[in-house]
Antibody
Framework: QVELQESGPGLVRASETPSLTCAVS?????????WGWIRQPPGKGLEWIGS???????YYNPSLKSRVSISVDKSKNEISLKLSSVTAADTAVYYC????????????WGQGTMVTVSS | QSALTQPPSASGSPGQSVTISCTGT?????????VSWYQQHPGKVPKVIIY???ERPSGVPDRFSGSKSGNTASLTVSGLQAEDEADYYC???????????FGTGTKVTVL
């Protein structure tokens, strides 16, 4: 059974560059699939941030591309998200997800980690 | 890329049916047969209940069905049950530039 577990700093200050990690268990990232991040501000909808293929190819939401970096650590079976120059608008629950193909759907979700940006 | 448009709310009595629309453009919903629907209970993680417009993952009751016509996709929940009360989000593939766009979300209330 594939499970995703996010971890992150919780509370960060505006302009900082927080790093979030997603530990994957039950499946080797090296074997395939796409792995990504989706966020949800409190009381609001879902927004795709970006995804990474097991080969390391990355794909980002154009609206966040200049501030986002997603990477994979195959030795730890983890993916990471870095979001630079954060503002209050980046306050959200950040979910780690798997999608079985480039065309979706997002079939496995982590429990999410809340990131709050303080000014 | 703008979010797909969903009605903010929908409701029905137990046993009734409710249909939620998801309106996009020819660049997303209308251009591809890759619409998904996600169910999210309060404080919980979203769960995919429909993919590729009308396919159900294993374990999802057949009370949930999906369809598409032109630029609008729809999710129908038949035989409403109390546990169907949740937020529902549609999502569509939207091409290589910004591949995934979500809907604005619909809160379904079981009266």
């Amino acid at each position: 059974q594939v499970e995703l577990q996010e971890s992150g700093p919780g509370l960060v200050r505006a302009s900082e560059t927080p790093s979030l990690t997603c530990a994957v268990s039950g499946y080797s990232i090296s074997s395939g699939y796409y792995w990504g991040w989706i966020r949800q501000p409190p009381g609001k909808g879902l927004e795709w941030i970006g995804s990474i293929y097991h080969s390391g190819s990355t794909y980002y939401n154009p609206s966040l591309k200049s501030r986002v970096s997603i990477s994979v650590d195959k030795s730890k079976n983890e993916i990471s998200l870095k979001l630079s120059s954060v503002t209050a608008a980046d306050t959200a629950v950040y979910y780690c997800v798997r999608h079985g193909s480039w065309l979706g759907p997002f079939d496995i979700w982590g429990q999410g980690t809340m990131v709050t940006v303080s000014s | 890329q703008s979010a797909l448009t969903q009605p903010p709310s929908a409701s029905g009595s137990p046993g009734q049916s409710v249909t939620i629309s998801c309106t996009g453009t020819s660049s997303d919903v209308g251009g591809y047969n890759y619409v998904s629907w996600y169910q999210q209970h309060p404080g919980k993680v979203p769960k995919v209940i429909i993919y590729d417009v009308s396919e159900r993952p294993s374990g999802v009751p057949d009370r949930f069905s999906g369809s598409k016509s032109g630029n609008t996709a729809s999710l129908t929940v038949s035989g409403l049950q109390a546990e169907d009360e949740a937020d529902y989000y549609c999502s569509s593939y939207a091409g290589s530039n910004n591949p995934y766009v979500f809907g604005t979300g619909t809160k379904v209330t079981v009266l």
